[in-house]
């Protein structure tokens, strides 16, 4: 079965407004990247987490190994910030990534 | 930050044709990856390597070839080629755990 699950698939926003991913993940966990992505572009490398939280301007990562899920937060969303975001499991004793199927984020102004 | 390079960026081939993918990092990495993304299906692994000389199979090997050459070169090779491998192609690199992502290339076959 999928070894992440990511939501939710979709999500719009009004500018301002907060935004909350989720990531859960059902095997032994070394690490969660966390990718954005703009249509037709690259994968920028957002956060590498094993575990706890970290900060990068307005967004928030947090991985709680315990309770096998990690989240993004985007705190007051602007428009530059629609994209995909992806969300991306490294197993134990693994070197690869195995990916969430992304939440595409939308922010209207 | 990561410098990772692909070459073509765009491409168009033929049914039954040879097509070379090839990556670039300047920053002696290890680890090296071929992945496919697709709609409806995210991205998956094609093949892996620890470093010059090792290839490793990755999710779906099936159709492809990898080669490393080196430490900093990665190719990834269709001998023949089928329109079901259209598909927008990225190479990543890793010192060991986190991972840097080239531009892609968007492959298609006709």
């Known amino acids: 079965g999928q070894q992440v699950q990511q939501s939710p698939a979709s999500l719009v926003l009004q500018e301002g407004e907060n935004a909350e991913l989720q990531c859960n993940f059902s095997t032994s966990l070394n690490s969660m990247q966390w990718f954005y992505q703009r249509p037709g572009g690259s994968l920028v490398s957002l956060f590498y987490n094993p575990s706890g939280t970290k900060q990068s301007g307005r967004l928030t990562s947090t991985t709680v190994i315990k309770e096998r899920r990690s989240s993004l937060h985007i705190s007051s969303s602007q428009t530059t910030d629609s994209g995909t975001y992806l969300c991306?499991?490294?197993?134990?004793?693994?070197?690869?990534?195995?990916f969430g199927e992304g939440t595409k984020l939308t922010v209207s102004s | 930050e990561a410098a990772v390079t692909q070459s073509p960026r765009n491409k168009v081939a033929v049914t039954g044709g040879k097509v070379t993918l090839s990556c670039n990092q300047t920053?002696?990495?290890?680890?090296m990856y071929w992945y496919r993304q697709d709609t409806g299906h995210g991205l998956r692994l094609i093949h892996y390597s620890y470093g010059a000389g090792s290839t490793e199979k990755g999710d779906i090997p099936d159709g492809y070839k990898a080669s490393r050459p080196s430490q900093e070169n990665f190719s990834l090779i269709l001998e023949l080629a089928t329109p079901s491998q259209t598909s927008v192609y990225f190479c990543?690199?890793?010192?060991?755990?986190?991972?840097?992502f080239g531009p892609g290339t968007r492959l298609t076959v006709l």
């Open positions: 991306a499991m490294e197993t134990r004793g693994s070197a690869k990534l195995i």
């Open positions: 990543a690199s890793a010192p060991t755990g986190e991972q840097y």
């Open positions: 920053n002696n990495h290890n680890n």
